[in-house]
């Protein structure tokens, strides 16, 4: 598998990122917001936490303007698998690429803990490692992770089985407790929650890895 992590100026979880692939075997490449090309041959693209562009603006606003951000909307749009983590997935959401939008949380203060998460669906590329229903453990870290939609998109997404995953107690007032969602390919998926910082032992929790091996095991039998 063939992983590309994109960093804005704040990224800071693209590194995380990097070794969250390479832990389940992808060689990884990393490209700087500037570029307005892809390397050949990718299966998949990362884009990280972090606060691209300062969160000047909106949260995610300034970075989905940045020429890679182009490249990465075509792969997309022509089937290409796509993970955005926090600030990824506020990116990916003002792209267009996801519905909604990610707002302040509700306590207005920054969250950071050990998050229980329950599996809404198995059945995509990222995610069919787990159980649907499962119970896993992720962390999370973010000020703007309120993920924001009206009752007809929550209704929508969820009739489409298209919500990934859900808080167990929702640390930030996200519509309908929704810490994940897919596009309707299924071959996008933006999450608040940090995989990448629960997928290998010396983290204390490998409940992330299943995201990133599940992605290799989709790619080996595609």
Not at 7 to 16: H, K, L, Y
Not at 113 to 132: H, W
Not at 162 to 180: C, W
Request: proline letters at 5%.
């Amino acid at each position: 598998m063939r992983a590309a992590v994109i960093v804005f100026p704040g990224s800071n979880c693209d590194r995380d990122l990097v070794e969250g692939f390479r832990g389940a075997g992808a060689d990884v490449t990393r490209v700087w917001h500037k570029e307005t090309s892809l390397p050949d041959g990718l299966d998949v693209i990362g884009i990280p936490g972090g606060f691209s562009f300062g969160d000047y603006l909106r949260c995610g606003a300034i970075a989905a303007q940045s020429p890679i951000c182009r490249a990465v909307v075509e792969f997309a749009n022509k089937g290409g698998h796509v993970i955005g983590i926090c600030n990824g997935f506020q990116v990916l959401c003002e792209t267009g690429l996801l519905p909604g939008v990610l707002m302040r949380n509700a306590g207005l203060k920054f969250v950071c803990r050990a998050q229980k998460l329950v599996v809404e669906s198995a059945d995509s590329p990222f995610t069919n490692g787990y159980s649907k229903g499962q119970e896993i453990v992720i962390p999370i870290a973010h000020h703007d992770g309120n993920y924001s939609a009206d009752d007809a998109l929550v209704a929508e997404l969820r009739a489409s089985d298209r919500v990934a995953f859900s808080y167990r107690d929702n640390p930030n007032g996200s519509a309908g407790d929704i810490a994940g969602i897919f596009s309707e390919n299924r071959r996008v998926l933006g999450m608040m929650p940090h995989p990448e910082r629960a997928s290998e032992t010396a983290h204390g929790n490998t409940d992330g890895a299943l995201v990133f091996s599940s992605l290799m095991d989709a790619m080996a039998t595609a």
